[in-house]
């Protein structure tokens, strides 16, 4: 077959410039005869490919290089044949020989040659094509991931501010779904405030001048809620370098800006005028503030590190401090006021906060102590009280202050049972002093008044200024007794007026001036402080009418005791000198009627008033001290009267009780005094027997008892007078080296009609009985009295039932008749 030999021939030699030209190329190229499906060429690049030699690549049937069945591929080959296939390449990762996967890119097309239809398919390596886009996708999908997953919300908007993309921290943040943002406008959710900053950003960067901008803002979230954020954006340029769209990091800052808000008001409030220092749990200074440097005087440098004890006065005691941690600890806070010392070694008043910081565990972790300054207010406070309380000029309590005082002076005088006294002094002849030399000159004249009389009384007493020349004074606590207390109101009245005699130097000149006092005592509040005050002014008015310099009370009766009694103290002091005092002798018996001794009693034989009793003026001897000195006589004559009954019969064996006062007893020397008397006189230390009250024993007992005990040895005996009605304690009375007990006459005078006075006698019968000491009731006026007290156990007695006080010769009289008659 020539024409088809030749037309073979042609073919090859079609087929074989075709081949040349395919060596050529790169990509593999097999060609497949559809008649035969067999492989009929196949390039270089496709043995490579294979990694075979061409023979062997050759013989190898193309559908087992495709991989498929030879059916599969002839119907591929024919719709390629028949145009039902499209032209696109396949991509697959073949195998080559050893296996190797290689992504090929095959293109098969069909070639109707002149021997018939071939098939070309050309195959492509673009593994690494394929290498590029995978790692281009997995990278996609990383950053993709970082986009969606980060923890910081991104957003990439466009130049206008919408948003094309948003991740979901940031719809987290902003309280709507990705969807919902995307294509939103930052404005939707911008604070109104921040929005014209941050678009003027954006037209910077639209217009070049920037590719990144950073700024701190506010969103408002859909809940409406404020947010701060700190907000990162970046430009991103297109191909050309022009910025088209942006990436946005926002960092919620809210926490962190509510924190410095925080912060911020705390450090103002710390900067704030209140003085304050902050320390660790210990107490250990962290930080003062400027005012409290400046109140202290420290600087921060030299007392941080220290305790607040640093500024410690010295005022408040270790109980103060503890009180005031106890309810710190208690409650977590102290207010009070609080003295503390500055730098400069001022003290001064500061209303003090301490208040405990508690951790998150509960634990204190700091105190915080704040304080304001007082001492400008104490000042102020005290001069509002001065100027309320106190007269300008003097110093002086003023009107209100005193009947404040008044009243205080009434009350705990009705409650102390002791008798105070009010006294109004007024000057005499101030008002010409005032107009001829001068206000100024009265003013000083009042002045030095004032001293002078707060001079004459005492811390306790009040003196104050009404106005003009009127002062009262309040003499509190004087006496229980109301004659007494006239006395010592009077001794002080005296004492003013002495005082207020004595010149004044008033500018160059010597000023002589008097006053009228006018004098009222009172006790609780019977009558109302202003009739008080009544009572004082009306009775000084007496006294300027009385003729000045002289002081008046407002009991008439008052005034003649008070005079009486002045006079009385004159006369006594030279009574004793006058030898006008004697000695009665009061017997003591036994129930058998035997004289066993007696009480001297001491008289006054008043050259003009006759006989005084001692109840007039011992009380008036103890307080002016004279006691001593009569004291001293009694004694003396009672021993002279001891050593002359000595050896004498029916007085030998009497003893003498001598009364001792309180006062005497207590002179230091007053052991040394009754032995040195003892031993002038020669008289029997047994034979003398001392009187002592219950007052004695009302402090420094030790020294009593140490008193009578060195007494005691020398023989002499002690007797408890008027016992019942003081306070004896009886542990004293089991230490006291007593002899006997000496029943008061006030319970003796009732014991047949007060059930309770005879259960006192009996009582202090047994009482005596069961220390072993003996017993003596002295009041005795009937036998019905001596018969009660005998059948209680009482068996001696002293009264005139039995003798009055007799003057010596009627005592000696009647110790010598045995038995003694009854009276
Ligand atoms: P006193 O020591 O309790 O003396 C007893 C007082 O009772 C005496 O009063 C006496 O006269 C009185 N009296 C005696 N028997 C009776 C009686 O049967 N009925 C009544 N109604 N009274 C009777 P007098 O002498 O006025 O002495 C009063 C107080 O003066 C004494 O109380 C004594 O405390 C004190 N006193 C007297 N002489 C002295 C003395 O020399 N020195 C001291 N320090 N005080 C003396
Ligand atoms: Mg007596
Ligand atoms: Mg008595």
């Given at each position: 077959m020539p024409r088809s030999n030749k037309s073979k021939k042609r073919s090859e030699e079609e087929l074989q410039r075709f081949a040349a030209a395919m060596e050529a190329i790169d990509d593999g190229i097999f060609i497949v005869d559809r008649a035969s499906m067999r492989l009929i060429h196949v390039n270089d690049a496709a043995c490579r490919f294979r990694n075979q030699v061409r023979e062997e690549l050759i013989a190898i049937e193309p559908w087992v290089l495709a991989g498929m069945s030879r059916a599969e591929l002839e119907e591929t080959y024919d719709a390629l044949i028949t145009g039902h296939s499209d032209a696109t390449p396949l991509e697959t990762q073949r195998f080559g020989k050893d296996e190797a996967a290689v992504w090929v890119e095959i293109r098969r097309h069909a070639q109707l040659l002149q021997d018939g239809w071939t098939i070309v398919i050309m195959v492509r390596d673009i593994s690494a094509r394929k290498l590029a886009e995978a790692a281009l996708h997995a990278s996609e999908v990383r950053f993709r991931n970082v986009f969606e997953k980060a923890y910081t919300g991104l957003a990439i908007a466009d130049l206008s501010g919408t948003l094309l993309e948003a991740n979901e921290c940031l719809a987290h943040l902003l309280g709507y779904t990705r969807q919902e943002l995307v294509g939103m406008n930052i404005g939707h959710f911008t604070h109104p405030d921040d929005l014209a900053a941050e678009r003027a950003f954006l037209e910077e960067i639209q217009a070049g001048k920037r590719d990144v901008y950073r700024m701190e803002k506010r969103y408002l979230s859909r809940q409406g809620d404020l947010l701060w954020v700190d907000l990162l954006v970046t430009a991103v340029p297109d191909e050309h370098g022009k910025p088209f769209e942006t990436i946005g990091l926002i960092l919620d800052i809210t926490d962190r800006k509510r924190a410095e808000t925080e912060l911020r008001i705390a450090a103002t409030a710390f900067d704030s005028d209140t003085a304050m220092l902050v320390t660790d749990a210990d107490g250990h200074i962290l930080k003062i503030n400027k005012a409290m440097a400046e109140s202290s005087g420290y600087s921060a440098d030299e007392v941080v590190g220290r305790t607040p004890k640093l500024f410690q006065s010295g005022r408040h005691g270790e109980d103060f401090y503890r009180d005031m941690w106890e309810t710190i600890r208690r409650t977590g806070r102290w207010q009070g006021e609080v003295w503390d010392r500055r730098k400069c070694g001022e003290v001064y008043p500061k209303w003090l906060t301490i208040s405990a910081v508690v951790g998150t565990d509960g634990g204190v972790t700091n105190y915080i102590g704040s304080h304001y300054d007082i001492s400008e207010q104490k000042k102020a406070e005290e001069k509002i009280e001065a100027l309320a309380?106190?007269?300008?000029?003097?110093g002086l309590p003023n009107r209100t202050l005193l009947l404040d005082r008044l009243k205080q002076a009434m009350t705990s005088s009705g409650r102390s049972g002791r008798y105070s006294a009010l006294l109004f002094v007024d000057l005499d002849n101030f008002k010409t002093l005032n107009d001829t030399l001068g206000h100024v000159i009265g003013d000083a004249f009042l002045t030095l008044v004032a001293q002078r009389l707060k001079s004459c009384v005492r811390e306790v007493d009040t003196v104050a200024r009404l106005g003009g020349d009127d002062f009262v004074i309040i003499l509190s606590s004087?006496?229980?007794?109301e004659a007494e207390a006239a006395v010592s109101t009077e001794a002080i009245a005296e004492n003013i007026l002495a005082s207020l005699n004595l010149p004044y130097q008033l500018n160059e000149a010597i000023h002589h001036g008097t006053a009228s006092i006018g004098a009222t005592l009172f006790k609780g509040t019977r009558i109302s402080s202003e009739d008080l005050m009544k009572q004082a002014d009306l009775t000084m008015y007496k006294a300027k009418a009385a003729g000045r310099n002289t002081c008046h009370f407002f009991d008439p009766a008052m005034e003649i005791a008070v005079r009486e009694r002045a006079a009385l103290e004159k006369d006594f002091r030279t009574a004793l000198d006058d030898q006008q005092f004697l000695l009665h002798y009061q017997a003591q018996v036994t129930s058998g009627q035997r004289m066993i001794g007696a009480e001297v009693l001491v008289r006054w034989q008043h050259p003009q008033r006759g006989m005084i009793s001692p109840a007039d003026f011992i009380p008036l001897a103890e307080e002016t001290g004279l006691i001593l000195p009569l004291g001293h006589w009694v004694l003396e004559a009672a021993c002279k009267q001891l050593a002359k009954w000595a050896g004498q019969g029916e007085f030998d064996a009497l003893t003498i009780a001598v009364n001792v006062s309180v006062r005497q007893f207590r002179q230091v020397d007053f052991v040394a005094e009754v032995l040195s008397v003892l031993k002038s006189t020669g008289a029997n230390p047994s034979r003398l027997k001392l009187e002592l009250t219950e007052s004695l024993l009302v402090d420094n007992v030790e020294n009593i008892i140490e008193k009578m005990f060195a007494l005691k040895a020398k023989g002499i005996g002690f007797s408890l007078d008027d016992f019942g009605t003081g306070y004896s304690s009886l542990s004293y009375l089991k230490r006291l080296p007593l002899d006997q007990l000496k029943i008061d006459q006030s319970f003796v005078r009732d014991v047949l009609i007060d059930p309770n006075d005879a259960a006192i006698a009996r009582t202090i019968v047994a009482l005596a009985d069961s220390l072993g000491l003996g017993v003596i009731a002295e009041g005795v006026e009937t036998a019905a009295q001596r018969d009660f007290l005998e059948a209680a156990g009482c068996h001696a007695y002293q009264g005139y039932f039995f003798g009055r006080p007799l003057a010596l010769d009627d005592f000696e009289l009647l110790a010598s008749r045995v038995p003694m008659p009854i009276q």
């Open positions: 309380f106190f007269d300008q000029l003097t004087l006496s229980a007794s």
